[in-house]
């Protein structure tokens, strides 16, 4: 992770998960490309993804990703600026609800 810019580099090859959090996230590709699998609920099965340079998707509370760059990536992990019980007009705009 580069301090100054928040964002993570993935190398080709690597898988990552990133567990469950109480809060919703939105992940957000700043460069490459990444395979994301998203863990599933008994509703709805897990679902594989590929997401480009310029694409997010947001991480529902609980919801565990494993991602991999292909051939690598560099992404962004975000967190709403307040509590997602209390989102207000800003988390509705960062997570586009």
């Known amino acids: 992770m580069s301090d100054a810019q928040s964002v993570w580099h993935l190398d080709g090859g690597r898988?990552?998960?990133?567990?469950?959090?109480?809060?919703?996230?939105?992940?957000?590709?700043?460069?490459?490309?990444?395979?994301?699998?998203?863990?599933?609920t008994a509703d709805q099965p897990a679902e594989?993804?590929?997401?480009?340079?310029?694409?997010?998707?947001?991480?529902?509370?609980?919801?565990?990703?494993?991602?991999?760059?292909?051939?690598?990536?560099?992404f962004e992990l975000l967190v709403p600026p307040v509590s997602t019980a209390n989102r207000g007009l800003l988390g509705r705009r960062f997570f586009g609800g």
Do not use: C, N
């Not at 898988?15 to 863990?39: D, I, P």
């Not at 594989?48 to 560099?74: F, H, K, N, R, S």
């Open 15 to 40: 898988a990552l998960t990133l567990s469950g959090s109480a809060e919703a996230r939105r992940l957000a590709v700043a460069q490459g490309r990444v395979w994301l699998t998203l863990s599933g």
């Open 48 to 74: 594989d993804q590929w997401l480009q340079a310029g694409e997010a998707v947001a991480l529902a509370p609980g919801q565990t990703a494993v991602l991999e760059g292909w051939p690598a990536a560099d």
